[in-house]
Structures are given as C-alpha cells and as structure tokens.
C-alpha cells in the first residue's frame, strides 16, 4: 500500500499543469500567418467574416467585434447614455469590469445577491433590487452554465428596463434548445483563458438593429464607416464624426485567429465537458471539495469552468491554503472571483454593502477554479483529484 507521503510526492514531481491554456493548433497559427502576410492587419475583411460566422453560428440577427468583452461593454454604456444617477443592477461575484465602467460613467452599481449552488442571479432577486433609477440589468453566465433567462426577460421587459447578458463564459452555452446570443443583446469575451479566442477580443450580439449601428459607429471614433469600409467601398475617405467614438476595432490578425478557432468550438467544449465529467465522478466521495450546483432548467453547459467550494471547516485549511497547496504539488488553480464589493476600492467607496449578500460573501471565501482546458487529457483530471486527496489527508 502506497503511503499518503509516497503518493504526495509522486504528485509533487509531475510537470506543473496551469489552471488555464489556450488551445493553439497548427491551423490557427497558419491563419494568423496568412494574415501577416497579406498587407491587411487591421480591421479589415478576416474581421468582418468572424462577425457574420458567429452571428450565423448563435443565430443572432447582428453580431460587432471589438477589442475585449469590458470594450464592448463600455460601448453599451455609452450607447445607452449611462451617467450620474443611474443604477446598474448586476452581481458583485463576476470580474471587476463592469462595475468599473459603471463607476467611472458615475452610475451606481447595485449587486445581486448570488444563488449559492450556482454563483448566478436570479429573478426574484432583481426584480426586488429595481427601482425607478435602474437602466441596465446585466447577469452574468456563470461557468458555462446558462443563466434562467426566462425568468430574467420577464422581469426585464415588466419594468422596461434593458437586459444585458454577461455572456464571457457562454459561447456555446444554450438555453432551452437556443444559443445564448441569438435573442436580446450579450457580450462574449474572446480572452486566451475562454472557450474560443482571438487573443483579446469581445462580440457583442443583439437583436436590436438601431444599437448595432450605434455600437458599430461608436467603436471607430464616431464615424460613420471603418476603414475597411472606406478602402474596399469606395466611400469618401473624408469621413464624418457624427459623435465622438473610441477605437476599439478588431484587427483581422486577432479575427482570423478568432475564426479558425470558431471551426473547432463545439469539439472543444465536448473535450471540456468529458474532463467535467470526470471531476463529477472523482470527487464525489471528496466531502470537503464540492462542484458548483447545476441550474435546474433546461441547458446546454459549455464548461468554461469547473468551479468547486472548498469546505473549509472539514478540509481544516482557508480556500487560499488550499490553492497554495495544490500549487506547490504543481497544480495551477484560480478563482472566479472574489467578491467585488469585498474588495479594497469598493470597500471604502460602498461600506454599506458589505454583509448584504451572504451568499456572495460565502462563496467569495470558498470557490476555487481546478483546471479545464481542451488539451487536457483524462489522467490530469485524475493527477488533480488526486492531489487534492493529497493536500487533505496532509493538513499539518
């Protein structure tokens, strides 16, 4: 029999594995070569061609590309006019962007308490948090698990208040048979760690034709074509400003890597999904370590992430001990995400916010992020668990 200090030190000799690693093939990089060498980097065709296939893969009537996901949300602020005296509804368990931007337009963010299984909103917890100052409603998709968009447009269009998905962790994600993207408006993040990339680089997708134009003029300087458009349309390089716009325009060096690696998004969320699997089935007789709920409504799950709660009380060791252990025996780890209202800026600018959300603040103490990528192959789900075993049955 093998002695928990032998198989602790077995794992510890293991080349380290990351949290996250982008899945690059031969073919992506080509594609970027390609693009290199045309004489074309910039925004240009290879941008506009990734715009209409990820439209046509969510089903979405309209589909603009920018530089980040926090990119295109701040267009949407802009767009929809947010300034002092707004209210934006949206979780403080989520990445720190969007409550900067609605901090910086000098709105007001007003956090969602979180379900505790799922880490996501819900309907009755916004609907309860409106007011006649509220202008965005913006949920989070959390994991690649859908959000209960049924109950959320409910509320959203009772109150006449926008709804904005928080679709980052979602491409590929459905809900009740649709792709989240196809209907309303969401933002898809193209970030390395996500489950396509370009990069860096964001998608926003609506069904909303007047804000798609809006967006489009406001992510190129205010004009009312791009420089593609210009060159290949023969339109008047002499452009207008029709109001003052910012430059978050995709080149097609990121775009063309965002394409090649749409071909492969499908295949690579079902990789994800069978390490999910795997982490379902080892660490059900791990008491101390506990996967994140999933949503009981109808979903496809695109397992961006695989989340767990570390009971601290049983494993006898803080989430944070927990993760620094798991890295010394060579397992990257990550956390999505710390409380933003717990967090020192938003602490001091909002200290009544702290203690009203009990269930963000328990997880924002406990959630833990294992690796998950696409290159990963089934015995590094087993390397994983079985460090885990190794940290808990070696707590002092």
Not at 67 to 87: C, K, N, Q, V, W
Not at 237 to 254: F, H, I, R, S, T
Not at 269 to 290: F, G, H, I, K, P
Request: aromatic share 6%.
């Amino acid at each position: 029999m093998v002695s928990p200090q032998a198989s602790h030190q077995a794992v510890s000799a293991l080349p380290f594995l990351p949290f996250s690693r982008p899945s690059i093939t031969q073919a992506d990089i080509d594609a970027v070569v390609d693009v290199l060498r045309s004489g074309w980097i910039t925004t240009g065709p290879k941008c506009a061609v990734l715009e209409d296939a990820f439209r046509t893969r969510v089903g979405a009537p309209h589909a603009a590309a920018v530089t980040s996901a926090t990119a295109a949300m701040h267009l949407l602020f802009r767009a929809y006019g947010i300034g002092p005296g707004d209210e934006i509804i949206t979780p403080s368990m989520t990445w720190v962007s969007t409550v900067n931007l609605a901090v910086l337009s000098g709105a007001t963010p007003v956090f969602a308490d979180i379900d505790r299984d799922t880490l996501m909103v819900t309907a009755a917890e916004v609907d309860r948090l409106c007011t006649p100052r509220t202008r965005l409603i913006i949920p989070v998709h959390m994991a690649g698990a859908s959000l209960d968009l049924r109950g959320l447009r409910e509320v959203a269009v009772r109150r006449g208040i926008p709804l904005i998905e928080d679709a980052a962790h979602a491409a590929g994600t459905e809900f009740e048979g649709v792709p989240v993207g196809r209907d309303g408006t969401s933002i898809f993040s193209f970030h390395p760690i996500k489950n396509m990339t370009t990069g860096e680089g964001g998608m926003l997708c609506t069904d909303d034709a007047q804000l798609a134009e809006h967006f489009r003029r406001l992510r190129f300087h205010g004009l009312g074509v791009n420089a593609f458009d210009r060159e290949t349309l023969g339109r008047s390089p002499q452009a207008e400003v029709l109001e003052p716009g910012y430059k978050y325009n995709l080149p097609d060096m990121n775009a063309v890597l965002g394409l090649s690696q749409l071909t492969r998004l499908d295949a690579m969320n079902e990789r994800r999904a069978v390490l999910a699997r795997r982490y379902l089935e080892l660490l059900s007789t791990v008491d101390e370590v506990t996967p994140l709920g999933l949503p009981g409504w109808n979903m496809r799950h695109s397992w961006h992430l695989f989340i767990v709660q570390v009971d601290i009380d049983r494993a006898g060791m803080s989430r944070d001990e927990f993760m620094q252990r798991l890295k010394d025996l060579g397992i990257g780890t990550g956390i999505h995400f710390r409380a933003i209202h717990e967090q020192q800026y938003y602490r001091e600018l909002m200290p009544q916010t702290i203690g009203t959300l009990p269930n963000t603040e328990w997880n924002s103490r406990r959630i833990c992020s294992l690796p998950l990528f696409p290159d990963m192959e089934p015995g590094d789900v087993d390397r994983v668990v079985a460090a885990i075993k190794s940290v808990l049955s070696n707590k002092s």
